[in-house]
């Protein structure tokens, strides 16, 4: 049985942390057991310390100096396998302001760690007063506004945070820069990051699993509610309109798209994570490969995996790694089996597999 993930992100001083107060909750309510990731950029321990301070008796894991994406990323697959052996029902990543969420997925399409976790969901956290400004702000980082746009468009759930300290026309704008990115996540107006939980959490429920291992991690106290204040007065309003669009996807070996039918596990996400298990018999072309990657357009966001290429050896693997439209490639002593795990949201699955049987 996979454990849930879900991921939150959004940039610096939206909210993040007050949305994950919440969450723990009424997880709490639920009778759920979680376990937090926590991604601090600099050294010091902020939101731990609030988090140390609110929240329930759960495992608390923090990646410090360093952004996820980066610098920490190989760590996350540790981090998460520690958090597992300690029989959690659902794994909250709480990611720095400037981490792509996409980067917790490939680290989840690990091998370490593919048939142990699947993506429940991301959502994505936005300052309704500042969010406008960013393009501005910081136009002279382009690879600070991509990671900003991408946590837009990966994004399940969308929490227009702050909404007390802007006008209904300034909104409107904000509306209309969400949907830009993203036609299909549902949105919600809120102050201090109060929305319907239910669009997040929906689908969880107690997986009774037997913890392995005592806690190496910091555990935090018992629940209370939290005092962070983020905005002016207690009035939101949500709009769950994505919700119908979207589709609902368990990761797995091959078939997605919840056949096993365990719908009380299943993903709420669009992001999908396609395995592909592969013969080492069978040599690929580098060139067909490419093709068909570049074919299913912006939808695929990482491919990686080992197969044999045409001109090789059948007993050798090369490490196929596609992002950013380039594949890349480079021979290895990789003796497992081979595969290859596809990243990408709203994939036509059996597409995908046709065109890939297509060239096999």
């Known amino acids: 049985m996979k454990t849930p993930v ?56 923090k990646l410090f100096d360093g952004c996820i994406c980066c610098s920490k990323k190989s760590e996350i697959s540790g981090s998460i396998q520690g958090l597992l052996a300690l029989a959690p029902d659902v794994i909250l990543v709480e990611l720095t302001g400037v981490a792509n969420p996409e980067e917790v997925v490939d680290a989840m399409a690990e091998p370490d760690l593919l048939d142990k976790v699947m993506l429940h969901n991301i959502v994505t956290v936005i300052d309704a007063e500042h969010v406008l ?18 946590q837009l468009d990966v ?11 802007v006008s209904d026309h300034h909104l409107s704008k904000v509306e209309r820069l ?23 959490l929906r689908g969880l429920t107690p997986l ?15 629940p209370h509610q939290s005092s962070e204040h983020q905005g002016r007065s207690g009035s939101r309003h949500g709009h769950g309109d994505g919700q119908k669009h979207r589709h609902d996807y368990s990761h797995g070996h091959g078939h997605n798209h919840d056949h096993n039918h365990d719908h009380e596990h299943r993903s709420f996400s669009r992001v999908q994570t396609i395995y592909i298990p592969i013969s080492s018999e069978s040599p690929f072309s580098l060139k067909k490969l490419e093709k068909l990657l570049k ?59 046709d065109a890939w049987r297509s060239i096999g």
């Open 295 to 353: 074919n299913q357009g912006s939808h695929v966001l990482r491919v990686k995996g080992y197969v044999s290429l045409s001109g090789a050896s059948h007993a050798e693997a090369s490490l196929i790694q596609f992002s950013g439209k380039q594949l890349r490639h480079e021979r290895t002593t990789y003796n497992g089996p081979h595969y290859l795990v596809v990243i990408g949201y709203d994939l036509d699955e059996h597409e995908l597999l």
């Open 208 to 222: 009774r699993l037997k913890a392995k291992a005592s806690s190496p991690f910091k555990v935090i106290s018992a």
């Open 6 to 61: 879900i991921v939150i992100s959004g940039f610096l001083g939206s909210g993040k942390t007050t949305l994950l107060l919440e969450l723990i909750q009424e997880m709490h309510r639920r009778k759920l057991k979680p376990a937090i990731l926590m991604n601090e950029l600099g050294k010091a321990d902020v939101d731990g310390m609030i988090l140390s301070q609110t929240a329930g008796d759960i495992p608390l894991e």
């Open 133 to 150: 400004d960013y393009n501005s702000i910081f136009a002279s980082d382009k690879q600070l506004v991509h990671t900003l746009r991408r």
């Open 178 to 200: 969400v949907r830009k990115h993203n036609e299909q996540a549902a949105i919600f107006y809120a102050v201090q990051a109060k929305i319907e939980l239910e669009s997040v």
């Open 155 to 165: 994004a399940d759930v969308i929490v227009v945070n702050k909404q007390d300290l």
